[in-house]
């Protein structure tokens, strides 16, 4: 093979450093678009009356690391109206539902002993449709998401909270 001349390496080592820096830019560019974005927040959805309502977490993990909990996420309380004798419709999306999670429904006449606690297993349910009974409306509802067991009970790695009024 002939050698080459200096305009010829001149050329290929211009080539070279342009490559590099192609390379440089692009991974550089990616890393800077992907790096602090994280998969949207899970939203439940409420349907009452003529409208729907998208309750935020009043607490997320946005990681689980063991029984403790990286990159929380806290937010405020949801209220609708929902008046005694009507029924809303509550939708928990599949970030929830793939996993084992619990709805707590509050009435005004609960007590102590009163356990409206329900756990729905993986996959089991998205929808449940709950009635404020005129009798016994429902002042609440929480659902915890909650990926395992601990000695204590459930760990929640998210809280959505919505309070009802009349």
């Known amino acids: 093979m002939p050698a080459l001349s200096s305009g010829e390496k001149k050329f290929a080592i211009i080539a070279t450093a342009i490559a590099v820096l192609f390379v440089a830019v692009v991974g550089g560019s990616v890393a800077a678009l992907t790096v602090g974005h994280h998969k949207p927040i899970p939203v439940v959805q409420v349907a009452h009356q003529d409208s729907l309502t998208r309750v935020y977490p009043k607490?997320?993990?946005?990681?689980?690391?063991?029984?403790?909990?990286?990159?929380?996420?806290?937010?405020?309380?949801?209220?609708?109206?929902?008046p005694p004798g009507e029924s809303m419709m509550v939708t928990v999306p599949k970030e929830v539902a793939d996993q084992p999670w619990i709805l707590i429904v509050v009435r005004r006449n609960d007590t102590p002993e009163t356990n409206n606690q329900k756990v729905y297993g993986p996959g089991s349910r998205y929808t449940v449709t709950l009635t404020s009974e005129?009798?016994?409306?429902?002042?609440?509802?929480?659902?915890?998401?909650?990926?395992?067991?601990?000695?204590?009970?459930?760990?929640?790695?998210?809280i959505w909270s919505l309070k009802t009024t009349p």
């Open 59 to 82: 607490m997320y993990c946005r990681k689980i690391n063991g029984p403790s909990c990286e990159g929380m996420v806290q937010g405020e309380m949801t209220t609708i109206s929902l």
């Open 134 to 158: 005129p009798a016994d409306p429902i002042l609440g509802i929480e659902i915890q998401r909650v990926p395992f067991r601990t000695d204590d009970g459930y760990f929640s790695s998210g």
